[in-house]
């Protein structure tokens, strides 16, 4: 059984061990903490650029939703400060990571394209689920020696089509 809390990628495999540890254990635990601070220096500022796919197939539907890393960021914040409101039935650092899966990083010289996909959900405290299926492509460069995102295309279905 997979471990959802483990890095697949050996550390021998510096740049997807790196990029794993940044979208998975740093970025699920900023957003539970609402703590932008803890991965700030995980962003390249310059040129960022953040499309939304709106949970839809079709890219004629997809906006130009964080054109900076500021309109990213303020998006990012109001959604784990409502996250932490919600009252869930079960740990939600343990369900989101169960749901996360970060499999796929494809490398070419100093860019890398990363696949991170959702597929679960969150019990909440009155017996529903928060159901997390998307997924989201980010664009990440080896920047000032660590890997970094540059943008990304997100809130796609999961699966497309």
Same mark, same amino acid.
């Given at each position: 059984?997979?471990?959802?809390?483990?890095?697949?990628?050996?550390?021998?495999?510096?740049?997807?061990?790196?990029?794993?540890?940044? $979208?998975?254990?740093?970025?699920?635990?900023?957003?539970?903490?609402?703590?932008?601070?803890?991965?700030?220096?995980?962003?390249?500022?310059?040129?960022?650029?953040?499309?939304?796919?709106?949970?839809?197939?079709?890219?004629?539907?997809?906006?130009?939703?964080?054109?900076? $890393?500021?309109?990213?960021?303020?998006?990012?914040?109001?959604?784990?400060?409502?996250?932490?409101?919600?009252?869930?039935?079960?740990?939600?650092?343990?369900?989101?990571?169960?749901?996360?899966?970060?499999?796929?990083?494809?490398?070419?010289?100093?860019?890398? $394209?990363?696949?991170?996909?959702?597929?679960?959900?969150?019990?909440?405290?009155?017996?529903? $689920?928060?159901?997390?299926?998307?997924?989201?492509?980010?664009?990440?460069?080896?920047?000032?020696?660590?890997?970094?995102?540059?943008?990304?295309?997100?809130?796609?279905?999961?699966?497309?089509?």
């Amino acid at each position: 059984m997979r471990d959802p809390y483990r890095n697949p990628f050996p550390e021998s495999d510096a740049a997807r061990h790196a990029i794993w540890d940044m $979208l998975v254990t740093r970025d699920i635990d900023a957003f539970l903490a609402a703590d932008w601070g803890m991965v700030e220096g995980d962003f390249i500022e310059e040129g960022f650029l953040g499309i939304s796919g709106n949970r839809d197939p079709n890219p004629d539907k997809w906006t130009l939703a964080f054109p900076t $890393l500021a309109a990213y960021r303020d998006e990012w914040l109001s959604q784990a400060r409502d996250f932490q409101s919600q009252p869930y039935g079960e740990d939600p650092r343990n369900a989101i990571f169960t749901t996360t899966r970060l499999e796929e990083i494809e490398i070419a010289s100093d860019t890398a $394209l990363v696949r991170k996909k959702f597929d679960g959900g969150i019990m909440k405290r009155d017996g529903t $689920l928060d159901v997390m299926k998307w997924q989201t492509l980010y664009y990440c460069r080896l920047h000032e020696g660590r890997w970094k995102i540059s943008g990304f295309t997100g809130y796609l279905p999961n699966p497309m089509g």
